[in-house]
């Protein structure tokens, strides 16, 4: 929850207002709960009677917004209530391909160049009229074309920039495949958020006998350009790091990227060790379920995969098959995307919430007070170790 002595004595930039675009509708209400009950929960008289505090405690900051298409996969952007004035915060998540419209009698599912044109439908249906535009894209659009390799688009900065250039102040992203991309836009608030904390919180209320020390855990970095991430998360928890080379095939290309020819560990014995594989994506997931067999060969103990974004682009069924064979035991993501309903069946799967985090960061930034409290991860995952270290008994939601 956020630090309610801290909100109270600093002014909102201006009154608030939520607008989740369809692609992010279910989260866009979650949020909005928790922002109801933290500004209900404010006990300072003077918030509630100061003029400059106006709208500031309500029953719904939700903005009801349409974007509908035409016959011929057109759309438009329309906001049914005004804006004039208003801190807004844009919500989309680009990667939820359960949205569907017709195109001449036929049937498309959005894709992420569908649900970045209504981002910035949105974005021109203001028209100037509020009082900033801040945008939450947990998944960074064309993140994964960050960089120019001979003839090639940059898609993900010219993407930036392009919203820079049409009034946005901040942009709020999560696990960005390289943030170094935020070059593109020096002058404007570029902050990306990491979920380490709420995996460890996850997997701590999901397993009761997890012995965190060098002795019995180590985290796994899938290939080279996680190993930032695995040593992060291995040096809060205090235990050992390694890591998987991809060696790949650089004379051929298969849907658009060159096939992995096998994958090489380097690290310590991990021999009757836990094991945690943590990555930015899911893709497919081909590459870390070849990850976790390689492991368990290598007499892993128990292997839990923890991603920020789980796409599963091609299904559920090899996941499956790769815990029937006892490849993985645990699967960790967050449902900043768009989870396929079929993964709430799997015994394999464990969701963290992030819009409690998300409400918080709203708060804050809406304040345009420090966000080193949402930053302070290291001392939350040491907290919540103690506690379970010590077999006490703690609320892990």
């Given at each position: 929850?956020?630090?309610?002595?801290?909100?109270?004595?600093?002014?909102?930039?201006?009154?608030?207002?939520?607008?989740?675009?369809?692609?992010?509708?279910?989260?866009?209400?979650?949020?909005?709960?928790?922002?109801?009950?933290?500004?209900?929960?404010?006990r300072?008289?003077?918030?509630?009677?100061?003029?400059?505090?106006?709208?500031?405690?309500?029953?719904?900051?939700?903005?009801?917004?349409?974007?509908?298409?035409?016959?011929?996969?057109?759309?438009?952007?329309?906001?049914?209530?005004?804006?004039?004035?208003?801190?807004?915060?844009?919500?989309v998540?680009?990667?939820?391909?359960?949205?569907?419209?017709?195109?001449?009698?036929?049937?498309?599912?959005?894709?992420?160049?569908?649900?970045?044109?209504?981002?910035?439908?949105?974005?021109?249906?203001?028209?100037?009229?509020?009082?900033?535009?801040?945008?939450?894209?947990?998944?960074?659009?064309?993140?994964?074309?960050?960089?120019?390799?001979?003839?090639?688009?940059?898609?993900?900065?010219?993407?930036?920039?392009?919203?820079?250039?049409?009034?946005?102040?901040?942009?709020?992203?999560?696990?960005?495949?390289?943030?170094?991309?935020?070059?593109?836009?020096?002058?404007?608030?570029?902050?990306?958020?990491?979920?380490?904390?709420?995996?460890?919180?996850?997997?701590?209320?999901?397993?009761?006998?997890?012995?965190?020390?060098?002795?019995?855990?180590?985290?796994?970095?899938?290939?080279?350009?996680?190993?930032?991430?695995?040593?992060?998360?291995?040096?809060?928890?205090?235990?050992?790091?390694?890591?998987?080379?991809?060696?790949?095939?650089?004379?051929t290309?298969?849907?658009?990227?060159?096939?992995?020819?096998?994958?090489?560990?380097?690290?310590d014995?991990?021999?009757?060790?836990?094991?945690?594989?943590?990555?930015?994506?899911?893709?497919?997931?081909?590459?870390?379920?070849?990850?976790?067999?390689?492991?368990?060969?290598?007499?892993?103990?128990?292997?839990?995969?923890?991603?920020?974004?789980?796409?599963?682009?091609?299904?559920?069924?090899?996941?499956?098959?790769?815990?029937?064979?006892?490849?993985?035991?645990?699967?960790?993501?967050?449902?900043?995307t768009?989870?396929?309903?079929?993964?709430?069946?799997?015994?394999?799967?464990?969701?963290?919430?992030?819009?409690?985090?998300?409400?918080?960061?709203?708060?804050?930034?809406?304040?345009?007070?420090?966000?080193?409290?949402?930053?302070?991860t290291?001392?939350?995952?040491?907290?919540?170790?103690?506690?379970?270290?010590?077999?006490?008994e703690?609320?892990?939601?």
């Amino acid at each position: 929850m956020p630090n309610l002595h801290e909100l109270e004595n600093a002014m909102p930039v201006a009154p608030l207002k939520i607008v989740a675009l369809p692609s992010a509708r279910e989260m866009g209400l979650r949020i909005n709960e928790y922002m109801v009950q933290f500004r209900k929960s404010i006990r300072n008289d003077k918030v509630k009677k100061d003029p400059a505090f106006h709208d500031y405690i309500v029953n719904n900051y939700l903005v009801d917004v349409d974007t509908p298409r035409f016959g011929s996969g057109e759309g438009k952007a329309s906001f049914r209530e005004s804006i004039r004035g208003k801190d807004l915060f844009l919500l989309v998540d680009v990667c939820n391909h359960s949205i569907t419209y017709n195109i001449n009698g036929y049937t498309n599912h959005m894709s992420p160049d569908d649900h970045y044109q209504d981002l910035k439908r949105v974005i021109a249906a203001c028209n100037g009229k509020a009082h900033r535009i801040n945008v939450i894209m947990p998944f960074l659009y064309e993140g994964r074309q960050h960089k120019r390799n001979s003839r090639e688009s940059l898609d993900c900065a010219y993407a930036l920039a392009e919203l820079r250039d049409m009034g946005i102040s901040n942009f709020i992203t999560f696990d960005a495949h390289d943030p170094r991309v935020q070059n593109a836009i020096p002058l404007n608030g570029f902050d990306n958020f990491t979920p380490p904390y709420q995996f460890i919180k996850a997997l701590l209320n999901s397993e009761d006998d997890l012995l965190v020390d060098k002795d019995h855990l180590i985290v796994i970095s899938p290939d080279e350009g996680a190993l930032d991430r695995a040593i992060y998360f291995a040096s809060v928890l205090g235990v050992d790091t390694g890591m998987f080379y991809k060696r790949r095939d650089y004379s051929t290309m298969i849907n658009g990227k060159n096939p992995i020819v096998a994958h090489e560990f380097l690290g310590d014995n991990i021999d009757g060790k836990d094991v945690i594989i943590i990555d930015d994506i899911i893709s497919s997931g081909q590459s870390m379920l070849d990850t976790a067999n390689q492991l368990k060969k290598m007499n892993a103990r128990r292997v839990f995969i923890c991603s920020t974004f789980g796409l599963f682009t091609d299904g559920l069924k090899e996941f499956d098959e790769a815990y029937e064979k006892g490849y993985f035991d645990k699967v960790v993501t967050t449902n900043l995307t768009y989870l396929l309903p079929e993964l709430y069946t799997r015994p394999y799967f464990i969701e963290t919430d992030m819009s409690k985090f998300i409400a918080s960061l709203i708060d804050f930034m809406n304040h345009d007070a420090s966000l080193t409290n949402t930053l302070a991860t290291t001392e939350k995952i040491h907290g919540i170790l103690e506690a379970y270290n010590n077999r006490i008994e703690i609320d892990l939601t």
